[in-house]
Nanobody, 120 residues
Framework: QVQLVESGGGLVQAGGSLTLSCAAS????????MGWYRQAPGKQRELVATKNSGGGTNYADSVKGRFTISRDNAKNTVYLQMNNLKPEDTAVYYC??????????????WGQGTQVTVPS
C-alpha cells in the first residue's frame, strides 16, 4: 500500500539541531496529512507535529517555537526541522501518513522509526 522511509535521526548535543525526512511511496491515491510522532522509553507514543494537505499544522505544546514541519507535496515528503533540542526530546520518531490508497479507502501508515538522542 503505502511505504514510509525516514532518515535524519542521530545524536546531537543539547541546543543543537536535526532535520528528519520521510518519503512516502507505493499506492498513494491522495495524502490527507503527514506528520511526526515520538515515543520515549516507558512512555506512550505522542504527537509531535502534523501538516494536512490544506496547509494546516498542529504542534505539541512542548515543541512549539522549536520544531517546524514542512511538506513537499510533489515528492510526498515531510520534514521536521528540530532546533534547540533538549534531553527530553530523546525518543524514537515515527513518520505517519494518513492517505487514500484507492478512491474509497484510507488508512494510517507508519514508518519504521528513527532514533533521536539528546544527552543530558
Amino acid at each position: 500500500q503505502v511505504q514510509l522511509v525516514e532518515s535524519g535521526g542521530g545524536l546531537v548535543q543539547a541546543g543543537g539541531s536535526l532535520t528528519l525526512s520521510c518519503a512516502a511511496s507505493g499506492s498513494i491515491f491522495r495524502i490527507i496529512a503527514m506528520g511526526w510522532y515520538r515515543q520515549a522509553p516507558g512512555k506512550q507514543r505522542e504527537l509531535v507535529a502534523t501538516k494536512n494537505s490544506g496547509g494546516g499544522t498542529n504542534y505539541a505544546d512542548s515543541v512549539k517555537g522549536r520544531f517546524t514541519i514542512s511538506r513537499d507535496n510533489a515528492k510526498n515528503t515531510v520534514y521536521l526541522q528540530m532546533n534547540n533540542l533538549k534531553p527530553e526530546d530523546t525518543a524514537v520518531y515515527y513518520c505517519n501518513s494518513r492517505a487514500y490508497y484507492n478512491v474509497h479507502q484510507w488508512d494510517d501508515f507508519w514508518g519504521q522509526g528513527t532514533q533521536v538522542t539528546v544527552p543530558s
